[in-house]
């Protein structure tokens, strides 16, 4: 996709995306048993590149998604019992670029970069998923955003997110979970790049996530039980730049990880089975340099393995938590800010971990 706009007083949207191989499903009040193999084995590319000439009056939208295999079920008062599989040895990228250093985003900009190798989504209401998802990628997966502007006056926001292998489950209103994961990323990079530059910016935001392997199951109404296996072989990198001469807000933040696992459940039981193994580097990098403003937070966390698990405190919540993580692999959080005349408030923070696990049982949101 590729955009010459000039003196826009509406809103500029684009979105572009592109698959490998994509298989979406569904039940409502009807139970469905689903099979499936996915296989991508050539390169799987998405490019958004913005020229704006002039002021561009409405708020910039970009979004660029590229994903080598993609798994999209759906149940509503129903059960889905899954076995799938995928497979992706091509390099997955993702990019969006607006260009031209003279650019003035008077609406601001929301800008987006999304790349996965293997992409697995399901979850409903009222719902039992039941089954198994293993997910191989091998080739490189990256994604990055690019502002080159001259003046934003509106709030500005990048967004780049790097993943091998994706999991995410989301059920509802008196649903059931019980999966088992596996996830093997080996391919040699894993990155994810976000870099807003501006000579005058009010609120501007980079922001930028990479993972080797990622499972991210939430529930409410039932139980929950997950059996996760993640191997990481994947060079990770994430980092994200903010540039401002003149600035009021600036935020740069940037999160790295070998593997992650998330478990969360507002009702009374949670049962985690996981085994974890990173020997790819965990790299993440965050920079801002500003020359005369006000605020700015700079963030960079790196983690080798991680697993967090919750049930519902006021339920009588339970948690039985079997876990096994290692890490070979180097970590390492690095976070700079530069002020080169004045500024208000400087915030900056860098952690890195080899492996993290956290269980608890907590109160559900919003009581």
């Known amino acids: 996709m590729t955009l010459d706009v000039v003196d826009a007083s509406e809103p500029v949207t684009t979105t572009s995306n592109a ?7 569904g039940a409502e009040g009807q139970n469905i048993g689903l099979t499936s193999t996915q296989e991508t084995r050539g390169d799987v590319s998405a490019d958004t590149t913005l020229t704006l000439r002039g ?5 910039v939208t970009a979004v660029t998604q590229a994903q080598g295999a993609e798994l999209s079920v759906g149940v509503y008062s129903a059960r889905a019992d899954v076995a799938a599989e995928q497979l992706t040895s091509g390099d997955v990228t993702a990019r969006t670029l607006v260009t031209r250093e003279d650019a003035r985003l008077i609406g601001g900009g929301d800008l987006q970069a999304h790349a996965f190798g293997n992409n697995a989504t399901m979850g409903g209401s009222a719902a039992q998923v039941v089954g198994s998802v293993d997910q191989r990628a091998e080739g490189d997966v990256r994604s990055s955003v690019r502002l080159a502007g001259q003046y934003v006056p509106g709030q500005a926001e990048g967004y780049a997110q790097a993943v091998g292998n994706a999991v995410t489950t989301t059920t509802g209103s008196t649903s059931h979970q019980n999966l088992t994961i596996g996830q093997y990323s080996a391919g040699q990079v894993i990155e994810a790049d976000s870099s807003m530059n501006a000579g005058n910016a009010w609120d501007i935001a ?3 996530r ?52 998330t478990v969360g459940n507002n ?15 965990v790299d993440v990098v965050t920079q801002f340099q500003g020359g005369r403003g006000y605020d700015a937070a700079v963030g960079a966390d ?14 009588g919540g339970q948690v039985n938590a079997t876990n096994s993580q290692v890490n070979q692999g180097d970590v390492s959080a690095r976070a700079t800010a530069t002020v080169g005349v004045s500024g208000r408030n400087t915030v900056v923070g860098a952690n890195a971990t080899g492996n993290a696990a956290t269980f608890y049982v907590a109160r559900p949101a919003g009581q």
């Open 210 to 261: 990479a993972a080797g392997n990622r499972v991210h199951n939430t529930n409410q109404g039932g139980s929950q039980l997950a059996y996760v296996d993640q191997t990481n072989d994947s060079y990770v990198r994430s980092a994200a730049t903010v540039t401002a001469y003149d600035y009021g807000s600036a935020t740069a933040h940037a999160q790295g990880a070998g593997n992650e696992v």
């Open 19 to 25: 698959r490998g191989v994509a298989l979406s499903g």
């Open 302 to 315: 790196a983690v080798g393995n991680s697993v967090t698990g919750y049930a519902c405190s006021d339920c």
């Open 267 to 281: 009702d009374i039981f949670v049962e985690i089975e996981n085994s974890q193994f990173n020997s790819g580097g």
């Open 206 to 208: 980079a922001r930028a």
């Open 55 to 59: 002021d561009t009056e409405g708020r």
